[in-house]
């Protein structure tokens, strides 16, 4: 399996995320601590929002954990897909938008947040977000991987991979 490769992709874009909101929220006044308090209320509850920074690093790592996740389903879709492969871009696209429907519709209403959080206008921005911080990075080294891999072991077709 192409575990490395899907490891980078799955921390580079847990990194990326972590790195935006925190930041946006610093800049608007606000705690560093608050995003991923948020995120650990999706296993807590609300009363997470209440938590100090040992219940923020369980968010930070709920998080990477989601997106590491999120490279692993990548992979497994996409392995069979040549023409995924070898189109990184539009594949992390499609990839980004469907993380974003799934975790807005499926997940976070199951969790204990109970509900989706992207609505209305900032529902363009989180389509952008997650394709930017999400797809792209989990598809460029996920299918660079598979790539890789192809080439070194000889397997038919690998070389139409490479292109």
Not at 26 to 38: H, K, T, Y
Not at 78 to 105: D, E, I, S, T
Not at 127 to 141: C, D, K, T
């Amino acid at each position: 399996m192409h575990t490395k490769w899907i490891l980078y992709g799955g921390f580079t874009a847990g990194i990326i995320d972590i790195i935006y909101p925190t930041t946006k929220t610093v800049m608007a006044g606000g705690s560093p601590l608050r995003p991923w308090l948020g995120v650990a209320g999706g296993l807590l509850g609300p009363a997470a929002r209440e938590g100090g920074a040992g219940i923020a690093m369980l968010g930070v790592f709920l998080h990477l954990l989601i997106c590491v996740s999120a490279a692993f389903v990548f992979y497994f879709i996409v392995r069979r897909l040549p023409w995924f492969v070898k189109q990184w871009l539009a594949a992390g696209v499609v990839f980004g938008f469907g993380f974003l429907l799934v975790m807005n519709y499926v997940i976070l209403p199951l969790s204990r947040i109970g509900k989706p959080l992207y609505a209305g206008e900032g529902f363009l921005w989180a389509i952008v977000s997650h394709v930017l911080m999400i797809g792209l990075p989990i598809a460029f080294f996920v299918t660079r991987g598979i790539r890789k891999d192809a080439l070194q072991d000889g397997a038919p077709g690998a070389r139409a991979l490479s292109a």
